[in-house]
């Protein structure tokens, strides 16, 4: 099993910048997805933004040149930089882990507990 951990939600203004992190622990794999999606109330979750344990990103249209997401593999933690913020950007994110293997029958997804980022108008 593997235990992905948030930490840097908060409340910001809009205009402003957030920082958030997951540590993933347990059962890592060198292989892997890691991502970040977020749910706004009554919305569907979405994708903001992945990463592999290659370096290999994708973004969401919506934050595409506002986020960034970054990995540090020796630690096993992701990071989701956030500029510009908006109040749109109000939800709570989650992190997101699968290993990756050649048989889909050995790949397993995992997710956070969520962080709560507020972001004023």
């Known amino acids: 099993q593997v235990q992905l951990v948030e930490s840097g939600g908060g409340l910001v203004k809009a205009g402003g910048s957030l920082r958030l992190s997951c540590v993933a622990s347990?059962?890592?794999?060198?292989?892997?997805?890691m991502a970040w999606h977020r749910q706004a109330p009554g919305k569907q979750r979405e994708l903001v933004a992945s990463i592999t344990d290659f370096g290999s990103t994708n973004y969401g249209d919506s934050v595409k040149g506002r986020f960034t997401i970054s990995r540090d593999n020796a630690k096993n933690t992701v990071y989701l930089q956030g500029n510009s913020l908006e109040p749109e950007d109000t939800a709570v994110y989650y992190c997101?882990?699968?290993?990756?293997?050649?048989?889909?029958?050995?790949?397993?997804?995992?997710w956070g507990q969520g962080t709560q980022v507020t972001v004023s108008s």
């Open positions: 347990g059962r890592v794999f060198r292989d892997y997805v």
């Open positions: 997101y882990y699968r290993n990756r293997a050649l048989s889909s029958k050995y790949e397993f997804e995992y």
